[in-house]
């Protein structure tokens, strides 16, 4: 930072100089020319405002430029405001619009007409012809008039008036009715004449500068010579060719340096920044010594499950991770492979990003980012949960997110993942209440090409598991099976019953699902926890996409990605589902199912995925 500072104020100093240079050549560097819009500005007119030396323009020649550099503009003050439209130098004439103003009215009130052109004067004749105002009603001057002036200022709608010259005969006129006389302007020269209602072009005579300019000079107005302007040697165009090379050549001089070293250093910290970062994204392999150190000798438990127990831990004040050591006498290290495999090499903001790992020995560990908020089983919409419970728009806004990173397992990676254990529990929110799905133990990779995916056993928890994954009866094992947990989870979020307790129940209750859609399909009304109307719409569009999802036969349920319209869309354009409940009670037979399938050891048959 200091080296810029020095190399800004060189910079800075070494500009300086050179102007002082260019200024010190000669006293009249004070008269450059100036842009206006696209007109450029030189002798005899100088710019008003812009502290020019007197010398720089002749008396009366004085323009203004007024408006952004994107939209300037160029008056003339004669004394009123008129338009500059262009100035031709060779031909030594200036163009201009009348002013804002009505002119006609403006001349009326003047009482030397003169006054208004000087320093122009000398194009004018000396005494013009007078000119007569009538308000005339349009038919009566569209029959009579041919030689007219209709001034649009003046006119209006049921009007129109016209300026008519003294040298028509009024016995010429047939217009004395309906016509009533406004006013005259005696004298008016025949070059404002243009002026009542389209342009003006007046000229100059004096002063002259185009002999000078044409032996490469530039002229200066000295009050003691009057009308002719000296013509001075241009060595200010040559100074100012000199002071720009060198600026340019001190600008390209520091550009040089600034690029070779600074700009060099901050590539370099870039490339730096990026290999740290990719280091960081990449699944660290931490010793067993490592993990004690950074879980404070495992101090704080979060909490214990079927394949491992959670610690709390720190990599640093400001990166709390989650530990999660794993149990020797649960299987034979699938789960470990499959989260260092499958997760350690994907990056979602809705899938849990895996930090790190340990295989030390017979110790196995996962290192996770810690999410505060524990899953999204503690906010589900439970009776005796309203303390915690988020509101229908948050849970709207989790269940977005889990469809999304399911969608993104399914389509976003270069091979399909099967993640099999989709449930509230394996749904963990950070902070700001964003979901990240977690728990890739059971999950399996197949190609976006491939048809055939391999099973030899059961997988997934009680209550989410898709019927194809117990039986080929109902289909062939897709990703489809993740759809139908993952609306299994959506009627419980919204519902808070837990499905498992729905399948332990006596068969002679209401399977819940089918509850759920009885509700919809009968009294088309939400039952479940609502406080308006708008809560209503949020739980209606919800149930209805996760009955969607549970369909029995998989070729009936949406791919994720139109899960992700149906949420996104407009809960009217919905239609209710089939009923899956109506034939053969398979509401009671999924739940005998499901009581069986903790008791499910044997091998199953491959099973083909659906494409």
């Known amino acids: 930072m200091d080296s810029y500072l020095i190399l800004v104020s060189t910079f800075l100093l070494a500009c300086f100089g050179v102007v002082h240079v260019v200024h010190g050549s000669n006293t009249d560097t004070t008269c450059p020319d100036f842009l206006c819009g ?28 007024s408006g952004t550099s994107d939209d300037e503009e160029l008056f003339l003050e004669l004394p009123e405001s008129f338009n500059v439209i262009h100035i031709d130098y ?79 005969s009024i016995h010429d006129l047939t217009i004395l009715f309906p016509c ?92 730096e920044k990026f290999l740290e970062d990719y280091r960081a994204q990449k699944p660290t392999r931490y010793s067993y010594t490592e993990i004690k150190r950074i879980t404070n000798n495992f101090g704080y438990k979060l909490g214990e499950g079927a394949y491992g127990t959670v610690f709390k831990g720190s990599i640093s004040k400001e990166f709390p991770i989650a530990v999660k050591m794993l149990n020797n006498s649960q299987g034979n290290g699938e789960e470990f492979v499959n989260e260092v495999g499958i997760i350690g090499r994907i990056h979602h903001v809705n899938i849990v990003r895996l930090v790190g790992f340990c295989a030390d020995g017979f110790r196995r560990a996962l290192v996770y980012e810690f999410l ?43 091979q399909r993942i099967l993640h099999f254990d989709i449930k509230p529990q394996n749904v963990l929110l950070d902070h700001n209440f964003t979901p990240k799905i977690c728990d890739f133990g059971l999950a399996k990779l197949c190609s976006k090409d491939q048809s055939v995916v391999s099973m030899t056993a059961a997988r997934g928890t009680l209550g989410y598991i898709a019927p194809e994954v117990f039986s080929r009866n109902f289909g062939n094992v897709s990703y489809k099976s993740d759809v139908y947990s993952y609306g299994m989870m959506l009627l419980e979020t919204i519902g808070g019953k837990k499905i498992t307790e729905d399948i332990e129940e006596n068969s002679s209750h209401v399977y819940y699902p089918e509850w759920m859609h009885s509700i919809l399909e009968e009294t088309d009304e939400m039952r479940i926890h609502i406080e308006d109307e708008g809560d209503a719409k949020i739980a209606k569009k919800l149930a209805t996409v996760g009955l969607w999802c549970i369909q029995w036969h998989a070729v009936d349920r949406p791919s994720m990605q139109t899960v992700l319209q149906m949420l996104e ?20 037979k999924y739940a005998k199912i499901g009581v069986a399938a903790r008791q499910i050891t044997q091998d199953l048959e491959v099973i083909q995925e659906l494409d």
């Not at 041919?146 to 300026?163: E, F, G, K, R, W």
């Not at 908020?373 to 906010?379: H, I, M």
């Not at 269940?399 to 993104?408: F, N, S, T």
């Open 38 to 65: 696209n007109q450029e500005i030189r002798f005899p007119f100088r710019i008003k405002g812009r502290r020019q030396s007197q010398s720089c323009g002749y008396p009366g020649f004085d323009l203004v430029c």
């Open 90 to 168: 060779t031909k030594q004439t200036i163009e201009l619009t009348p002013p804002s103003t009505c002119l006609p009215k403006q001349l009326h009130s003047l009482t030397n007409i003169s006054v208004l052109v000087f320093p122009f004067q000398r194009m004018l004749v000396e005494k013009g012809d007078d000119y007569h105002f009538f308000n005339c009603s349009p038919v009566a001057m569209d029959t009579y008039i041919n030689n007219d002036i209709m001034i649009p200022c003046l006119s209006s709608s049921t009007s129109q008036v016209y300026a008519i010259s003294s040298w028509h």
């Open 180 to 271: 009533t006389k406004m006013f005259n302007i005696s004298s008016l020269p025949d070059a404002l004449v243009p002026a009542l209602k389209d342009t003006l072009v007046l000229f100059w005579s004096e002063p002259s500068c185009q002999q000078c300019e044409s032996e490469g000079k530039r002229c200066s107005w000295n009050n003691s010579t009057k009308n002719q302007p000296d013509c001075l040697v241009n060595v200010i165009h040559k100074g100012s060719v000199l002071g720009s090379f060198f600026l340019v050549l001190l600008t390209g001089a520091i550009y040089y340096i600034y690029d070779t070293c600074i700009m060099q250093k901050e590539k370099q910290a870039i490339i």
């Open 372 to 414: 505060p908020n524990s899953s999204l089983q503690k906010f589900i919409n439970l009776p005796d949960n309203k303390q915690n419970f988020l509101g229908w728009k948050k849970l709207q806004e989790i269940v977005l997110g889990v469809a999304k990173g399911i969608e993104y397992l399914h389509q976003g990676c270069d």
């Open 569 to 588: 869309g407009d809960q009217d354009t919905l239609a209710i589902p089939p009923n899956p409940f109506a034939s053969t009670g398979p509401s009671r």
